[in-house]
């Protein structure tokens, strides 16, 4: 007339747990990425608007990154290049051309003369 003890599984974050599952272990460390060298380097490095020099979030959708080449005398592309990132704030606004324009003037790759 007795009937067995047997415990009701415990709940994790609202949800019941099965019997047979087990909590994942903490970590008390997380492992870092090394490369070829042993250097530790990072999975994700966050980008700064090169205009306003604000963080681009790694989920802003509006945000750009131009690759602009270099090329010889020729016109022939030299391997070379500078990158500049625009956050979604300064395109939203409709002045992405004109901070890309300042940028290129500032690198010596545009001029305004006539």
Same mark, same amino acid.
């Given at each position: 007339? @007795?009937?067995?003890?047997?415990?009701?599984? =415990?709940?994790?974050?609202?949800?019941?747990?099965?019997?047979?599952?087990?909590? %994942?272990?903490? !970590?008390?460390?997380?492992? !870092?990425?090394?490369?070829?060298?042993?250097? &530790?380097? *990072?999975?994700?490095?966050?980008?700064?608007? =090169? +205009?306003?020099?604000?963080? &681009?979030? +790694?989920?802003?959708?509006? %945000?750009?990154?131009?690759?602009?080449?270099?090329? *010889?005398? /020729?016109?022939?592309?030299?391997?070379?290049?500078?990158?500049? %990132? @625009? !956050?979604?704030? &300064?395109?939203?606004?409709?002045? =992405?051309? %004109?901070?890309? /324009?300042?940028?290129?003037?500032?690198?010596?790759?545009?001029?305004? =003369?006539?």
């Amino acid at each position: 007339w @007795l009937k067995p003890f047997r415990p009701t599984p =415990s709940k994790v974050h609202g949800r019941p747990r099965s019997q047979n599952s087990r909590p %994942a272990p903490l !970590a008390s460390h997380q492992e !870092a990425m090394q490369n070829e060298e042993g250097r &530790i380097v *990072d999975l994700y490095l966050p980008r700064k608007c =090169s +205009a306003t020099n604000r963080l &681009i979030p +790694a989920k802003e959708h509006g %945000a750009v990154q131009l690759n602009v080449g270099q090329v *010889d005398e /020729n016109g022939r592309y030299t391997g070379e290049f500078y990158t500049f %990132a @625009l !956050a979604g704030f &300064i395109r939203s606004r409709g002045e =992405s051309d %004109a901070c890309l /324009n300042r940028l290129l003037h500032e690198k010596g790759l545009l001029t305004f =003369s006539k």
